[in-house]
């Protein structure tokens, strides 16, 4: 199952309503951010490595999870708190990844 059709079928199950363009658009994030984080002195391939692959569903779910709240720190309401810990990205999800570097 592509990464589409596994995001759609997780948001159905929660009965999340967003666009394709918002998931593509959220797909192409956590990938952005995935190769920023593996390559930070090269140059990035077009795609993420396959084990990094469920990483940028979970960081795409993650960013989709969050639309409409981007930047908040701290929010309580009703008895529920939400903090997040980075504007954009957990900083929990980026820590998995293992920057790449070679030595001259």
Request: glycine share 4%.
């Given at each position: 199952?592509?990464?589409?059709?596994?995001?759609?079928?997780?948001?159905?199950s929660e009965g999340t309503i967003v666009?394709?363009?918002?998931?593509?658009?959220?797909?192409?994030?956590?990938?952005?951010?995935?190769?920023?984080?593996?390559?930070?002195?090269?140059?990035?391939?077009?795609?993420?490595?396959?084990?990094?692959?469920?990483?940028?569903?979970?960081?795409a779910l993650d960013l989709i999870n969050?639309?409409?709240?981007?930047?908040?720190?701290?929010?309580?309401?009703?008895?529920?708190?939400?903090?997040?810990?980075?504007?954009?990205?957990?900083?929990q999800l980026l820590s998995e990844i293992?920057?790449?570097?070679?030595?001259?």
């Open positions: 199952m592509d990464m589409m059709c596994r995001i759609k079928a997780r948001l159905q666009t394709d363009n918002e998931i593509t658009d959220s797909i192409e994030m956590a990938k952005n951010a995935i190769l920023a984080r593996r390559f930070p002195f090269h140059e990035w391939p077009n795609e993420v490595e396959p084990r990094y692959q469920d990483l940028q569903y979970r960081i969050k639309m409409g709240a981007e930047g908040e720190m701290v929010h309580n309401e009703n008895g529920v708190g939400r903090t997040y810990q980075s504007a954009w990205i957990s900083e293992t920057p790449y570097a070679k030595v001259p």
